[in-house]
C-alpha cells in the first residue's frame, strides 16, 4: 500500500516561510498531476497549487507570488516553499498524487501562522 508522507509543517511567524514536502512510501507508475490543498478550521477544502507531469503549474490567487510548488519525479516527492506566510495560511495542507488509475492523498501537515 502506498502512502503519501508529509513533513514540514509547524509554527512559524507572519512573514516567515516553511517548506512542505511530501513523498511516496515506494515508486509510483506515471504520476500525472501533483496538487497541494489545505483545509482551515470551517472552511472546505481548497486547492493552493499544483504541477503536471511537464512542469505546468497552478497557483492560488492567494498564494501567487508567495508560494513555489516544485517536484521531483525521480524521488517521488513534490515541494511547496511558502515565503512571506500569513495568518490566513493557517490551515492543514493535503498533498494528493493524480496517476491514470488512481489518486493518492497524504495525512496533512498543520501549518499555523502567528501574527
Known amino acids: 500500500q502506498v502512502q503519501l508522507v508529509e513533513s514540514g509543517g509547524g509554527l512559524v511567524q507572519a512573514g516567515g516561510s516553511l517548506r512542505l514536502s511530501c513523498a511516496a512510501s515506494r515508486s509510483i507508475f506515471s504520476i500525472n498531476t501533483m496538487r497541494w490543498y489545505r483545509q482551515a478550521p470551517g472552511k472546505e477544502r481548497e486547492l493552493v497549487a499544483d504541477?503536471?507531469?511537464?512542469?505546468?503549474?497552478y497557483y492560488a490567487d492567494s498564494v501567487k507570488g508567495r508560494f513555489t510548488i516544485s517536484r521531483d519525479n525521480g524521488k517521488n516527492t513534490v515541494y511547496l516553499q511558502m515565503n512571506s506566510l500569513k495568518p490566513e495560511d493557517t490551515a492543514v495542507y493535503y498533498c494528493?498524487?493524480?496517476?491514470?488509475?488512481?489518486?493518492?492523498w497524504g495525512q496533512g501537515t498543520q501549518v499555523t501562522v502567528s501574527s
Open positions: 494528493k498524487f493524480e496517476t491514470t488509475w488512481y489518486d493518492y
Open positions: 504541477i503536471t507531469s511537464g512542469g505546468g503549474t
